[in-house]
């Protein structure tokens, strides 16, 4: 298990390098897109809230296939995975994630949806200057979270 997860803590603290960029390259792109009518901007901006979003999910499904041994299935396993994040599971785990950030992670969620089954050209720019604006705050509060979770493991894997 040591091993598992320590490898678990690294690829975390890797993810979270690759996230910070995604956010920087959203706020990047939003900038330019607010100076000029651009569909092509609205669409990468789209992308990248979608691509930080499609992240964020494939950390909680290693950390519920590695530390939790247990992933959600089913029509609603998106929203499962999330609210499995928030649950401390005594002896296993604390919880990785507040509930206030799994509630505005579940906005980017929602979101993510739409981006993978609407043409582009039915996007809605207020919407995504809103997640764009969202991004900021929640990206510091859950890449906290992370990085304690990250902690959690190492401490459990060098106490074994």
Same mark, same amino acid.
Request: no cysteine; net charge neutral.
């Given at each position: 298990?040591?091993?598992?997860?320590?490898?678990?803590?690294?690829?975390?603290?890797?993810?979270?390098? %690759? +996230?910070? @960029?995604?956010?920087?390259?959203?706020?990047?792109?939003? =900038?330019? $897109?607010?100076?000029?009518?651009?569909?092509?901007?609205?669409?990468?901006?789209?992308?990248?809230?979608?691509?930080?979003?499609?992240?964020?999910?494939?950390?909680?499904?290693?950390?519920?296939?590695?530390?939790?041994?247990?992933?959600?299935?089913?029509?609603?396993?998106?929203? %499962? +995975?999330? @609210?499995?994040?928030?649950?401390?599971?005594?002896?296993? =785990?604390? $919880?990785?994630?507040?509930?206030?950030?799994?509630?505005?992670?579940?906005?980017?969620?929602?979101?993510?949806?739409?981006?993978?089954?609407?043409?582009?050209?039915?996007?809605?720019?207020?919407?995504?200057?809103?997640?764009?604006?969202?991004?900021?705050?929640?990206?510091?509060?859950?890449?906290?979270?992370?990085?304690?979770?990250?902690?959690?493991?190492?401490?459990? $894997?060098?106490?074994?």
């Amino acid at each position: 298990m040591n091993g598992r997860y320590l490898t678990l803590a690294g690829r975390i603290r890797q993810e979270i390098g %690759e +996230l910070e @960029r995604v956010v920087e390259r959203t706020q990047r792109i939003w =900038r330019e $897109a607010a100076t000029r009518a651009d569909d092509y901007l609205l669409d990468a901006t789209a992308l990248n809230l979608h691509g930080y979003y499609a992240r964020i999910e494939r950390l909680f499904e290693m950390i519920s296939d590695i530390v939790d041994q247990a992933k959600p299935t089913g029509a609603n396993w998106h929203q %499962e +995975l999330l @609210r499995q994040m928030t649950v401390e599971i005594p002896g296993i =785990r604390p $919880a990785v994630l507040s509930e206030e950030n799994r509630n505005a992670l579940d906005e980017f969620r929602g979101f993510r949806h739409v981006v993978r089954n609407v043409y582009s050209y039915n996007l809605d720019p207020v919407r995504i200057g809103l997640l764009v604006k969202k991004l900021i705050v929640l990206s510091a509060g859950v890449h906290a979270e992370l990085r304690t979770f990250t902690k959690f493991l190492e401490d459990i $894997a060098n106490e074994s």
